[in-house]
Structure formats: structure tokens, C-alpha cells
């Protein structure tokens, strides 16, 4: 097995580039059939780089790698959760958002769905379910689990960052303070595991015991380290956010502006 293989999985390179002709068509010519102002170049770039990242998780050699070490599977799914999201729904013209916004009836689904509430309880959900041993091996073992792994990663980080990075009018971010105690709550999952990966004492995923990773790394170190990658950067961007917050809201009373 070539450890530095590129996944050029044809499903993968079609759904991306079927994505950036779909966003580019609602936020071109779509938007302007419907008379409203399309995408700006910096929403067209926070896109792009989004899928140049998804790309970079999904089909360069970290996605071949995530299948031997814990560490660069860590790697993998913090591009998915903490990094693509927010550039996703940053990427969003709100005057276009709002073109599939005028029904009351949908306009109420989307506001009780996205509750920090109700997204935070089912981003944790799809997380820790996730990291549960008998559920992440299948997931190393089964390429179609491994798929339903990723894409409820990405619509569970996407919902979730939802309430942080909002800049739709009808479905706006959450009040500064509300938002900061969302933070905290939300950096608790991945620091917990994070930390019981690096203190386990043990290989808690065994189909990494019976592989051979990159640079001579024991299974109990890769985990440690993938332990840590959760643990510090995992759980720290939620507080780097957080701060943003705080100092924005501190500063300039009324204005929580994240872009």
C-alpha cells in the first residue's frame, strides 16, 4: 500500500465539482434572474478555499494516511469540523439565502432546527458516536461507513458553526453572551476525548494496532499525538472564537460582527 497515494475516488472529485458550478450558478445568474445582488469576490474566495480544503482532507495522501494513523485521521476531520464550515456558511450571499427563506413554513423549520440547542446536541451526538471504538474501527474497515462518517461530520460542524458565523438576517447569529457560553460547551467534547486519548495507557482503536504507519510512529504515540491535535487545536479554536467575541462585543457595544 502506497502510503502517499492520492484518493482520486471519481464520487469524490464529482460531488466538489458539482458543488462549485451549483454555487456559482445561484450566486451568478440565478441570483440575478431573482434581482438580487450576487455573491462579492471575497464570498467566492472563502468558497473556493473551502473546497480547495475539503480537497486536500478528501483525496491527497492525508486521506491515505488517515486509514494507518490516528494522528493524520485527526488532521483530517479538524479540516472537515473547525476549518471548512465557517468558510462554507461565510460563502453565503444572504440576500440569495434569503430567496429560499420567504416561506413562513420554512422559515420556522430552519429557525427551530437551527437552535444552538438542538445543533449542539446533534453535533455531539454524531461526534462522540463517532469516536466510540466499535464505531470508529467499522468506519477504518467499511469505505461506505467511512463516507456516512465524513459527510455527518461536515453537516454536523456545518449546523453547529451555524449560530457563530451567521450572516443571514432571517436566521441571525446567536447574542454575544449566549454565544460564549455555547463556546465553551461546544470545546468540551473534543478536549474530554482528546485528553483520554493521550492518557489512555492503551490503543483504544485496534485496527491501528495491526497497520504500519509513517515514520516508524508506535500505534500508543500516534494515538497520544492524535489525542493531543483533538485535545489543543481541536478544542482551542473554539476559545480563540470565543475571545473574538468577547473582544468584539467589549469594544464595540452591539456590534457582533465574526467577519
Keep these: 500500500m502506497n502510503l502517499y497515494a492520492w484518493n482520486f475516488e471519481p464520487t469524490i472529485i464529482i460531488v466538489l465539482l458539482f458543488s462549485i458550478v451549483l454555487y456559482f450558478w445561484m450566486t451568478g445568474p440565478f441570483a440575478r434572474s431573482r434581482g438580487v445582488t450576487p455573491a462579492i469576490p471575497l464570498e467566492r474566495n472563502r468558497f473556493l478555499l473551502a473546497i480547495v480544503l475539503l480537497f486536500m482532507a478528501l483525496v491527497s495522501p492525508i486521506d491515505t494516511l488517515a486509514l494507518v494513523s490516528l494522528a493524520m485521521h485527526m488532521v483530517q476531520h479538524l479540516i472537515m469540523i473547525v476549518v471548512v464550515p465557517p468558510l462554507l456558511i461565510l460563502s453565503i450571499p444572504p440576500a440569495v439565502g434569503s430567496l429560499f427563506l420567504v416561506n413562513k413554513n420554512v422559515l420556522v423549520l430552519m429557525k427551530a432546527f437551527l437552535n444552538p440547542l ?96 509513517p515514520w516508524g510512529m508506535a500505534a500508543q504515540a500516534d494515538q497520544e499525538l492524535a489525542g493531543l491535535l483533538m485535545w489543543l487545536p481541536g478544542g482551542l479554536v473554539y476559545f480563540l472564537v470565543l475571545t473574538v467575541v468577547f473582544f468584539r462585543w467589549f469594544n464595540r457595544p452591539g456590534d457582533d460582527s465574526m467577519v
Design 118 to 213: 438542538v445543533v449542539f446536541l446533534i453535533f455531539n451526538v454524531i461526534f462522540v458516536g463517532w469516536h466510540l471504538p466499535a464505531n470508529y474501527d467499522l468506519a477504518i474497515r467499511d469505505q461506505q461507513v467511512h463516507v456516512l462518517e465524513h459527510v455527518m461530520f461536515i453537516f454536523g460542524s456545518l449546523i453547529s458553526w451555524w449560530p457563530v458565523f451567521s450572516h443571514q438576517p432571517e436566521l441571525p447569529r446567536s447574542t454575544p453572551g449566549f454565544l460564549m457560553l455555547y463556546l465553551f460547551f461546544m470545546s468540551l467534547p473534543p478536549t474530554i476525548i482528546g485528553a483520554l486519548l493521550t492518557f489512555a495507557g492503551f490503543v483504544v482503536y485496534p485496527s491501528y494496532e495491526a497497520v504500519s504507519r
